[in-house]
């Protein structure tokens, strides 16, 4: 079953250059996004854990190192 929404021509100008191709249907583009956006396997209770210990240590300054550092030593 089709459906018609309303879009401001802004929107639709945007929507036009995500396509892939130009025959490309509107559904098609907006499920290719749309697949694209959401992760169908979110992250582990365990996996998060380690990110926010991961940050936790960055803070305080136990793990990684400042941003200028990497660019110096690399003559960026």
Request: no cysteine; net charge negative.
């Amino acid at each position: 079953m089709a459906t018609t929404i309303q879009l401001q021509p802004e929107t639709k100008s945007r929507l036009d250059t995500l396509k892939t191709h130009p025959r490309e249907s509107y559904d098609e583009t907006l499920n290719r996004i749309m697949d694209a956006f959401f992760d169908p396997e979110p992250l582990s209770e365990e996996t998060l854990q380690e990110i926010e210990e991961s940050i936790a240590d960055m803070r305080a300054g136990i793990r990684g190192r400042p941003f200028e550092d990497y660019v110096r030593e690399r003559g960026i």
